[in-house]
């Protein structure tokens, strides 16, 4: 779980683009979605409709200015921006499956992967920094001594028979 230190931790370049592939890929999934409508198999219909909510909900949440006509927006975007990362991933890898699942054309791959790709940048940003070399190696080798880590993984963590 990240906690807010660890989210003010992360370099500048990473939050925005996350937020920008967000907000682009919203975009051309939403352009994408209402293209996949029109369609003759109904599964790619509900394909592009879902995307396009998909695509909605990314949007108000990434970039709240692009709707700013409708008023729980603001409220909403604010909302979603004070959840851990690992929530914004799971919710928006979670909104561009279905699309998948329905419909296998060149529009929803692009459009619905570009949320699931968002969706990793935010799981990849909630796993954190990576530790340092010294930390690191100070880990590989207390992991090599004598009842170490190495020492416990055949017999699930009981110690050895004398």
Known sequence: MASGVQQADLPWWQKYLARGVGCGGGVIALGLGLFNCISLSAFCIVAGIWQ???????????????????????????????????????????????????????????????????GLLYGMMALGKKGSREDMIAAAQNSGRPGGMKDNLGDGGSSPPA
């Open 52 to 118: 396009m909510l998909a695509a909605f909900i990314v949007i108000s949440a990434e970039a709240p200015c692009c709707c700013m006509f409708i008023d729980f927006v603001q409220r909403y975007s604010v909302w979603v921006d004070a959840r851990p990362h690992w929530q914004k991933a799971v919710l928006y890898i979670g909104l561009s499956i279905p699309s998948f699942i329905m419909c296998i054309s060149v529009s929803v791959i692009l459009g619905s992967g570009l949320i699931f790709l968002c």
